[in-house]
């Protein structure tokens, strides 16, 4: 999951002053931004050329999970409708000559990765019907039997260095009943390329249904000459400057791990799970009108608020998140499928329990200076950073933030009614993914978590914490951030009433110790403490809680003196505490 578009340049969240006066520091702050010379074209398109800076690192998570469908980008259409499948096929055969990385293969040569345009050969797009012994099987419940035939589309492994790596399969339900699986490797596509190719495949499709020819103009270069061109500026040096900053900027970052974390999410492995985060339209509005105040953008915004409840969550006030971004700052690369995204890494100070509005001030200095200095290749900037890769998790946060925000583009074929099947992912990428969808009814969120590390109703615990959060903050952005509340009503009602529903009244003018020595006394045998090296009775702790006391006193502990505990868990500490109650003092305990 990527951002559609930088939330820098998304038009429609600040006015044209405030971005104008946005794009204008970006262009200011990013060294060794490229001119105006347009992406070359090299040579010899036939030739081996090396990996894009952003296909690296992904080329190295393949290597170590080879054998999961972690980067398989899949896509799902339910097409009812007299369809021409004729059509359908030459539309994504066209496709797929229009943009040689979706006829790449890779391999390795000397120790490198490199890759390889194919030449065209044309796309078949076979056709698989379901038969009487199929529905008997899922006794008419298509749907099923469209999610496993989906599913199993899903898993199967592409072979890099043979090809192809991207394939489409068509399931015939009935005469005007189908549904179309698309499934390409991530590294020849990603989520600005998925809205490319929805929209050429209508126009295709459209023109040869009625007969017409292929009505799209070339795209301006290839995706080799975008890795080359990059590669060539890797060279020359022109990042060096942005991954210095990004060296000083997340130097000593240590990993945010949530508390409801039962193991730390592996980078590139982590089956998935989803809960979908709605935002009402009435929220989003709100939202939207204080950004536009404070000079924000909605993604600044909501990433306050994700951090503001991470912070809440860890008790911690130095918050990093990772925000992958489409990466597309030239405009060859606009309408070109490829493999073109970039992570940032936006670490937060927020110290000091600031309110909400200063919060977004501070967010909004941190997402601009990265900007600024976005070109710097993501594993560039992990080399440099060397943070500790304990565990195999994700490199400086597993933590990841998106907003989508541009029109999710449909797939439109004339005459045919299309819907996109929902895929929840197999495998994600970072141990929790909060990603926002910008809709013309406002924001749809959804969590995409490593189920491994986290458990579904911890997830759904956090979604509802994340809306009341940002609920509370839009509605008094002056309130410190300690002082937002977080519970949803059932769980306060929950904590606050169901919870205390029986009360049970405390004995009359007896104290604690009082309480435990009667205990001790009608059974002193019983075990009332263990330990990792140690069991301690009622009677063994009474009396070692005595003889404490006993010396507290000598001390001068009696009533209003406070006495410091400072140990490990154990039966010795439940001795400190009631032998310092037994001496009329209070204790505190001590990190």
């Known amino acids: 999951m990527v951002s559609d578009r930088n939330p820098a340049e998304r038009r429609g969240d600040l006015s044209p002053e405030q971005q104008a006066w946005l794009q204008r520091r970006i262009r200011e702050g990013a060294p060794g931004a490229p001119g105006d010379a347009r992406i070359p074209r090299r040579p010899d398109p036939g030739a081996p050329v090396p990996l894009a800076p952003a296909q690296e690192r992904l080329w190295f ?93 899903i898993r199967r492994r592409f072979d ?21 699986v698309l499934t390409a490797h991530h590294l020849v ?89 709605p935002i009402p339209p009435p929220l989003a509005a709100r939202l939207r009108e204080l950004a536009r105040r404070e000079g924000c953008t909605r993604y600044m915004a909501l990433l306050a608020a994700f951090q503001a409840l991470l912070a809440r969550y860890t008790d911690r006030d130095d918050i990093a998140v990772a925000s992958p971004i489409a990466g597309r700052s030239r405009l060859e690369t ?69 907003l989508h925000n541009t029109p999710r583009t449909p797939l439109a074929l004339p005459g045919l009614s299309v819907d996109r099947l929902d895929i929840t992912p197999e495998t994600v990428q970072f141990g929790l993914m909060l990603g926002v969808r910008a809709m013309e009814s406002g924001l749809q969120g959804r969590l995409d978590y490593d189920a491994q590390a986290f458990a579904d109703d911890d997830m759904e615990r956090f979604a509802g914490h994340f809306r009341t959060l940002l609920n509370a903050a839009v509605g008094d952005p002056d ?58 009775t009622y009677g063994e702790l009474n009396r070692r809680a005595n003889r404490l006391a006993h010396r507290l006193r000598r001390l001068g502990v009696d009533r209003d003196v406070v006495v410091g505990l400072c140990l490990e868990p154990s039966p010795a500490l439940v001795v400190a505490m009631v032998g310092v109650l037994k001496a009329g003092g209070a204790y505190l305990p001590l990190d």
């Open 160 to 180: 890099l260095a043979a090809g192809p790596l991207v394939r489409a399969r068509l399931f015939r339900l009935a005469p005007r009943d189908h549904v179309l």
């Open 334 to 402: 606009e309408d070109l499928i490829g493999f073109f995204v970039n992570t940032l890494v936006l670490r937060t100070d927020l110290s000091g329990d600031p309110t909400f509005r200063e919060l977004l001030g501070r967010v909004r200095t941190v997402a601009l200076d990265a900007f600024a200095h976005q070109e710097a290749p993501f594993a560039r900037v992990v080399a440099a950073v060397q943070p500790d890769r304990r565990d195999g998790q994700p490199p400086l946060s597993s933590l990841a933030f998106a």
């Open 189 to 277: 596509i990603d989520g600005w390329s998925i809205g490319v190719l929805l929209g050429e495949l209508g126009a295709l499709y459209a023109a040869f249904a009625g007969g017409a020819p292929a009505p799209l103009t070339e795209p301006p270069i290839g995706y080799g000459d975008y890795a080359l061109w990059q590669h060539e500026r890797l060279g020359r040096g022109e990042f060096d400057g942005a991954v210095a900053y990004w060296r000083r900027r997340l130097a000593g970052l240590e990993p945010t791990r949530l508390p409801t974390m039962t193991a730390h999410p592996a980078e590139g492995a982590g089956r998935g799970g989803s809960r979908d985060v």
């Open 61 to 153: 998570l393949e290597r170590l999970h080879p054998d999961t469908s972690v980067h398989a980008v899949p896509l799902a259409f339910r097409l009812r409708g007299d369809l021409d499948v004729r059509a359908l096929e030459r539309g994504l055969a066209e496709i797929v000559r229009r943009h040689e990385a979706l006829r790449t293969t890779f391999a390795e040569v000397g120790g490198e990765p490199v890759q390889t345009v194919r030449p065209d050969a044309g796309f078949e797009l076979p056709v698989e019907g379901i038969n009487k012994r199929m529905r008997e099987a899922f006794a008419g419940d298509l749907d099923e039997y469209v999610r496993l035939r989906v599913t199993e589309e």
């Open 479 to 536: 309130r410190p951030l300690s002082a937002l509340p977080v519970l949803t009503p059932p769980e306060r009602h929950q904590l606050l009433v169901e919870w205390n529903a029986a009360p049970c009244p405390a004995p009359e003018h007896r104290t604690v110790y009082a309480l435990f020595e009667a205990r001790a006394a009608q059974t002193p045998g019983t075990v009332a403490a263990v330990g990792d090296d140690e069991t301690l």
